[in-house]
């Protein structure tokens, strides 16, 4: 795809040629130049510098991207100093076993042990550069821990089909952080380390500055690129950054899905028009010469509604997870240069419930009512399952004794504020009671004889009678009697947001980061890491996992542009 295509979606322009580097007027000059500084990007910077590269960084925010913005999991095993400290047994081994049944091919196997074997040592770089993890671990199955534990099973590795290929071990290592009971915007405990270790350094840092257009020269070779920016210090800066504050603190106290969100949101909107405003009128354009190459950092596209719907449509009703920097344009660079893209259309839906464990006990069932995702799988799972095999619908079915549990299992100081609100709010104002099965199916669409199957299978398993189809484990499977209790779970449900992740992203060689043209050659001088590429994560997603693969192909780019 070019710039000039109908669907090309971004303000990326069409790359600058020139015959010699003299024609420019360069701003800025390094070996490096990363594109997107959130944890890709830092890592990419910090690696650099350490093998001796001159790194020049910018960002279209202020920094931290999604990895700032997240639970501040990160995906490490194969024997990390955390997991031995707290008894946990795993191996590279062990580790590429299970995550080759979740990657299902998307990397090479050999890239995928080069993964599990450097997953420990990676752990260890972070930690020496002032990341902190530790236990204890919660042996449980839950979408995200209480915060009194810093080690789970972040995964599927707990279930019967996992652990027929590689003995469970937890992988998830939540940064040893705590504000209150919040469980979103810990990625500070990983992100801000790795920041302030790579301008240590000596690696440099523009925020407000938006990369447009690569240079290239005359064999079109990546040579450096142009962007616009609002300048640091000046007047228009810190106005910019005071709307965008005000504007996202509204947004983030009163989130959509709550009632008057819209018009709550109004407020907000002023300030985002006037932040806009701010970008068209006072920008100014900077240029930034790349001696060795531009690494491409800047995450996926879950932010650009019109990409969404072109690539993604499956998954455009989702929740974006992420932040706006998140606007496919570090992969419109890449093709911009003749980088070829894969997995455009895949993403990940992140439709979690559990806890309230009692709600992984019940059924989850399609527009005809027939199950079609084990309930007891990671959140990631049900979610893509849902999309791909249920038209991203799907209705929670459960009993009267389940509900009561639910409620006890949210109590306060049984789970995380928002995980006890987003329960609360779906048993209260989301959940349906319905007295018999004729009137369910006449409630909600189902086909009666379907419905009917599908509960009489479920009663059979939970008595022992027979093995479930969906290999769900025996303590998670309940009969379901009357009265049942129904709430809508699907990717566009209201009150239960299904948040989305784009995995799609420019092809690279995996073995050095460089991106690739469709005839598999490499861009000389054009590199790629973290969302912006096809990476581990681009199949399956699990908690923790794209941060860690950011890290393993951020380092992985600095390495080969050093090299």
């Not at 600058?16 to 500084?37: I, K, P, R, Y």
């Given at each position: 795809?070019?710039?000039?295509?109908?669907?090309?979606?971004?303000?990326?322009?069409?790359?600058?040629?020139?015959?010699?580097?003299?024609?420019?007027?360069?701003?800025?000059?390094?070996?490096?130049?990363?594109?997107?500084?959130?944890?890709?990007?830092?890592?990419?910077?910090?690696?650099?510098?350490?093998?001796?590269?001159?790194?020049?960084?910018?960002?279209?925010?202020?920094?931290?991207?999604?990895?700032?913005?997240?639970?501040?999991?990160?995906?490490?095993?194969?024997?990390?100093?955390?997991?031995?400290?707290?008894?946990?047994?795993?191996?590279?081994?062990?580790?590429?076993?299970?995550?080759?049944?979740?990657?299902?091919?998307?990397?090479?196997?050999?890239?995928?042990?080069?993964?599990?074997?450097?997953?420990?040592?990676?752990?260890?770089?972070?930690?020496?550069?002032?990341?902190?993890?530790?236990?204890?671990?919660?042996?449980?199955?839950?979408?995200?821990?209480?915060?009194?534990?810093?080690?789970?099973?972040?995964?599927?590795?707990?279930?019967?089909?996992?652990?027929e290929v590689a003995t469970p071990a937890a992988r998830g290592?939540?940064?040893?952080?705590?504000?209150?009971?919040?469980?979103?915007?810990?990625?500070?405990?990983?992100?801000?380390?790795?920041?302030?270790?790579?301008?240590?350094?000596?690696?440099?840092?523009?925020?407000?500055?938006?990369?447009?257009?690569?240079?290239?020269?005359?064999?079109?070779?990546?040579?450096?690129?142009?962007?616009?920016?609002?300048?640091?210090?000046?007047?228009?800066?810190?106005?910019?950054?005071?709307?965008?504050?005000?504007?996202?603190?509204?947004?983030?106290?009163?989130?959509?899905?709550?009632?008057?969100?819209?018009?709550?949101?109004?407020?907000?909107?002023?300030?985002?028009?006037?932040?806009?405003?701010?970008?068209?009128?006072?920008?100014?354009?900077?240029?930034?010469?790349?001696?060795?190459?531009?690494?491409?950092?800047?995450?996926?596209?879950?932010?650009?509604?019109?990409?969404?719907?072109?690539?993604?449509?499956?998954?455009?009703?989702?929740?974006?997870?992420?932040?706006?920097?998140?606007?496919?344009?570090?992969?419109?660079?890449?093709?911009?240069?003749?980088?070829?893209?894969?997995?455009?259309?895949?993403?990940?839906?992140w439709r979690f419930i559990n806890p309230p464990a009692a709600?992984?006990?019940?059924?989850?069932?399609?527009?005809?009512?027939?199950?079609?995702?084990?309930?007891?799988?990671?959140?990631?799972?049900?979610?893509?399952?849902?999309?791909?095999?249920?038209?991203?619908?799907?209705?929670?079915?459960?009993?009267?004794?389940?509900?009561?549990?639910?409620?006890?299992?949210?109590?306060?100081?049984?789970?995380?504020?928002?995980?006890?609100?987003?329960?609360?709010?779906?048993?209260?104002?989301?959940?349906?009671?319905?007295?018999?099965?004729?009137?369910?199916?006449?409630?909600?669409?189902?086909?009666?004889e379907t419905l009917r199957q599908t509960l009489a299978d479920?009663?059979?398993?939970?008595?022992?009678?027979?093995?479930?189809?969906?290999?769900?484990?025996?303590?998670?499977?309940?009969?379901?009697?009357?009265?049942?209790?129904?709430?809508?779970?699907?990717?566009?449900?209201?009150?239960?947001?299904?948040?989305?992740?784009?995995?799609?992203?420019?092809?690279?060689?995996?073995?050095?980061?460089?991106?690739?043209?469709?005839?598999?050659?490499?861009?000389?001088?054009?590199?790629?890491?973290?969302?912006?590429?096809?990476?581990?994560?681009?199949?399956?997603?699990?908690?923790?996992?794209?941060?860690?693969?950011?890290?393993?192909?951020?380092?992985?780019?600095?390495?080969?542009?050093?090299?």
């Amino acid at each position: 795809m070019h710039p000039d295509h109908d669907n090309w979606h971004s303000k990326v322009q069409a790359p600058m040629q020139v015959a010699s580097t003299d024609e420019v007027a360069w701003d800025v000059e390094a070996d490096l130049v990363v594109v997107g500084f959130g944890g890709a990007g830092a890592a990419a910077a910090l690696q650099a510098r350490e093998e001796g590269l001159a790194v020049a960084a910018i960002d279209a925010a202020e920094g931290g991207g999604a990895t700032l913005a997240s639970g501040g999991i990160y995906y490490a095993g194969g024997g990390t100093r955390i997991q031995q400290e707290v008894g946990e047994q795993d191996t590279p081994e062990n580790m590429f076993a299970y995550l080759k049944l979740e990657t299902q091919g998307v990397v090479s196997d050999e890239t995928l042990m080069r993964f599990c074997q450097g997953s420990a040592g990676d752990l260890d770089w972070l930690m020496r550069h002032g990341a902190q993890f530790s236990g204890p671990v919660y042996k449980q199955k839950t979408s995200y821990p209480n915060i009194t534990y810093f080690m789970y099973h972040s995964d599927n590795s707990l279930l019967p089909a996992a652990m027929e290929v590689a003995t469970p071990a937890a992988r998830g290592h939540r940064g040893k952080i705590v504000k209150g009971k919040s469980a979103v915007n810990l990625g500070d405990a990983i992100y801000l380390p790795l920041k302030a270790a790579a301008l240590k350094a000596g690696a440099t840092l523009e925020c407000k500055t938006e990369a447009r257009q690569l240079i290239i020269d005359s064999e079109g070779a990546v040579i450096g690129l142009r962007a616009l920016q609002l300048p640091a210090k000046s007047a228009a800066y810190a106005e910019h950054s005071k709307c965008l504050k005000r504007a996202n603190r509204i947004t983030q106290l009163y989130p959509f899905f709550l009632p008057g969100a819209r018009l709550v949101h109004r407020l907000a909107d002023r300030d985002f028009a006037r932040a806009a405003d701010i970008e068209r009128t006072q920008r100014v354009w900077r240029t930034y010469r790349a001696r060795k190459g531009v690494c491409l950092c800047a995450g996926g596209f879950v932010f650009n509604q019109p990409m969404m719907a072109h690539h993604c449509p499956d998954f455009a009703a989702g929740m974006p997870l992420g932040t706006p920097g998140d606007d496919g344009s570090g992969i419109r660079l890449g093709q911009s240069a003749g980088g070829a893209v894969e997995r455009m259309g895949r993403a990940t839906a992140w439709r979690f419930i559990n806890p309230p464990a009692a709600w992984s006990q019940g059924i989850i069932v399609n527009a005809r009512g027939a199950r079609f995702v084990n309930e007891a799988t990671y959140g990631a799972t049900i979610g893509n399952v849902m999309v791909e095999k249920a038209e991203g619908k799907g209705w929670l079915i459960l009993n009267s004794q389940m509900v009561r549990e639910a409620w006890r299992q949210i109590a306060p100081g049984k789970a995380l504020p928002f995980q006890q609100q987003l329960a609360a709010l779906n048993m209260l104002f989301n959940k349906r009671r319905v007295e018999t099965v004729e009137v369910l199916c006449r409630k909600f669409g189902f086909d009666e004889e379907t419905l009917r199957q599908t509960l009489a299978d479920t009663a059979r398993a939970a008595q022992g009678e027979r093995e479930d189809s969906l290999r769900k484990p025996a303590e998670d499977i309940r009969e379901l009697t009357p009265p049942f209790h129904v709430i809508d779970v699907s990717l566009a449900a209201k009150l239960l947001p299904c948040t989305v992740l784009t995995v799609g992203g420019l092809m690279v060689n995996e073995a050095t980061g460089q991106v690739r043209r469709e005839d598999g050659q490499e861009i000389p001088g054009l590199y790629a890491a973290g969302r912006t590429a096809v990476g581990i994560p681009s199949h399956l997603y699990v908690s923790g996992l794209s941060i860690a693969d950011c890290v393993f192909s951020g380092r992985r780019a600095a390495r080969q542009a050093a090299s």
